[in-house]
């Protein structure tokens, strides 16, 4: 079954002229943006339906591990399978980029990346690129879980 079909929605990357309405939507969604620069951006996927911004993820990509960032569905589009196209797309995006492994910090959705495959791990185990990037030394707090998910071989 195709999910686009089903949704409506399709997946690519941030179009310029959409950063701003990227960057309001993760605000709203109570994840910092304060780290996110353009350049960090090309690595963020949307979800559209019809002319609405229904959600966006990225990815911080350290070699061959990445953060997996700010998966955020508009309030309008939450329970429609958004969040779980964005999360599908961004593992394939990962794959095709040669990652191996995905790691991510959440305060919220421990149990939805559960679901999705990801192991949660002690912070300290991450490694040294994942933990240098801003999101794991300034801006998410230590009660955030850590988690992490094989995605290539």
Do not use: W
Request: aromatic content about 4%; overall charge neutral; glycine content about 12%.
């Amino acid at each position: 079954m195709d999910l686009n079909g089903i949704l409506g929605v399709t997946v690519s990357g941030v179009r310029e002229e959409e950063r701003p309405a990227v960057m309001d939507l993760i605000g709203a969604c109570g994840l910092h943006t304060e780290d996110l620069t353009d350049e960090m951006l090309r690595d963020f996927l949307v979800a559209r339906k019809g002319g609405d911004l229904a959600g966006v993820i990225g990815l911080e990509i350290c070699g061959s591990d990445a953060l997996l960032r700010s998966l955020a569905v508009s309030e309008k589009y939450r329970g429609q399978g958004v969040g779980r196209k964005l999360a599908d797309s961004v593992e394939k995006a990962a794959r095709s980029c040669g990652v191996r492994t995905l790691y991510l910090l959440t305060l919220t959705a421990e149990d939805l990346f559960t679901r999705r495959g990801y192991e949660k791990i002690d912070r300290d185990r991450a490694p040294e690129k994942i933990l240098a990037t801003a999101e794991f030394s300034r801006f998410c707090p230590s009660s955030a879980v850590c988690m992490r998910k094989a995605i290539g071989g």
